[in-house]
């Protein structure tokens, strides 16, 4: 599988997040996905940045343009340093909150990529990764 | 901080959601908007989002939120504009939405709030 495209940014602030957004757009542009793909990757990357900046206090997220042999797909890595959470599977039911969100971030960004992965460590902090095939 | 312009037209409020707005900036439009639904006292809301192309579940919740603090203080809120694929994605994130009403563009959305009135006025159900 190639990796055409590689790019990191920081999540700190907002205006990181809506770069963040904007970058995967353009990403995903390149890539050929159709507009409706674009919007699912592009509305999933922006709930999980936000997950980073107000869960994780803030982290990075990786952007890779990929080539699986006539494949074309964008996925998008989210890290962070931060409290973690202590279980995984609850945190991604539809509803599951602790700061009074609808709890649709990471059950919601699921439903709208081709794959999903989340790894996570009490202390150590959290990282998902998202992959949208065109 | 930016703010989001909030346009009197007759008995109704225009607001138009811009790109890319900052959490901070829709918290204040919220807290505006219910203010100026009581000042002008405003029969509805027209929230034109014709130039959003991504409706996260934050956004999302303040549509919501627009909707049912305008509906306690009497006034009708009209989504306008909401592209396709933004209304595809927002179903499958698993905000569906239900009691919003949508409009195609302004003035759709205009003839919508005027004939929601006139059903309220026959003794009919506005809604
Ligand atoms: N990066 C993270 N670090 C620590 N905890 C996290 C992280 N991402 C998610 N969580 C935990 O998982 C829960 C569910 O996340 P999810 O994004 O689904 O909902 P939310 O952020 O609470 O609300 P919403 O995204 O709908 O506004 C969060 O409330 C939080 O406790
Ligand atoms: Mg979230």
């Known amino acids: 599988m190639a990796v055409l495209r590689d790019e990191l940014i920081g999540l700190r602030s907002m205006d990181d997040m809506i770069k963040a957004r904007q970058l ?23 709930e999980l940045a936000r997950n980073t900046l107000v869960h994780g206090g803030g982290g990075e997220m990786r952007l890779q343009a990929l080539n699986d042999g006539p494949r074309r797909g964008v996925k998008v890595i989210f890290a962070d340093r931060g409290p ?51 | 901080m930016e703010r989001i312009p909030i346009l009197k037209m007759g008995p109704y ?11 901070r900036v829709a918290m204040t439009l919220q807290d505006e908007l219910t203010q100026r639904i009581v000042s002008e006292r405003a029969r509805g809301v027209l929230l034109d989002i014709s130039s959003v192309d991504v409706v996260d579940s934050f956004i999302g919740r303040m549509i919501g939120n627009i909707a049912s603090m305008s509906r306690v203080l009497d006034a009708e809120t009209v989504v306008v504009g909401m592209r396709p694929a933004v209304a595809i994605t927002l179903v499958e994130l698993g905000l569906a939405l239900p ?29």
């Open chain 2, 99 to 127: 009691s919003i009403r949508t409009a195609l563009n302004v003035d759709a959305g205009m003839t919508l709030l005027k004939s929601a009135r006139k059903m309220a006025g026959n003794g009919r159900p506005a809604r």
């Open chain 1, 84 to 134: 973690g959470i202590p279980n995984i599977e609850l945190a991604m039911k539809d509803g599951y909150t602790t700061r009074g969100g609808l709890g649709l971030g990471l059950s919601g960004s699921k439903r709208l990529v081709n794959e999903f992965s989340i790894e996570s460590q009490s202390g150590k902090g959290t990282t998902v990764s998202i992959v949208r095939w065109k």
């Open chain 1, 24 to 46: 995967v757009r353009d990403c995903a542009i390149f890539q050929g996905l159709s507009l409706v793909d674009q919007t699912k990757i592009v509305t999933a990357a922006s």
């Open chain 2, 13 to 23: 409020l225009l607001v138009t959601i811009q790109v890319d707005m900052h959490d």
